[in-house]
């Protein structure tokens, strides 16, 4: 279902689908796709936080350090707050040093 909604022209929230699609593949061990969806729907909307905490997430099981901690600084930035970029921070922190 999530891929017919990225690909279709009437549904308004392609990027949605995308992070919904990348959540199943997340679930199911198949990070590099998760990565790939989230990505992409951050090509739709940069302004995601979502997408951007989800490739976060992706990044630190890929422990593609770099990747992981930049999505948490672009969180951070706009949304000090988040309770889930705050731990994943310090997550990141402990493991990439």
Known sequence: LW???VHDQH??????????LGKVFFD????TQAKN???DALMLAPDFLDARYFLA???????DWVLARHE????LFVAA???GAQALARYIDAKAT
């Open 37 to 39: 969806c989230f990505s």
């Open 81 to 83: 707050g988040h309770a």
């Open 11 to 20: 549904y308004l929230t392609p990027e949605v689908a995308l992070v919904n």
């Open 3 to 5: 891929q017919e909604l």
């Open 72 to 75: 948490i600084e672009n969180i």
């Open 28 to 31: 199911g061990g198949q990070f």
């Open 57 to 63: 997430l992706v990044a630190a099981q890929l422990q």
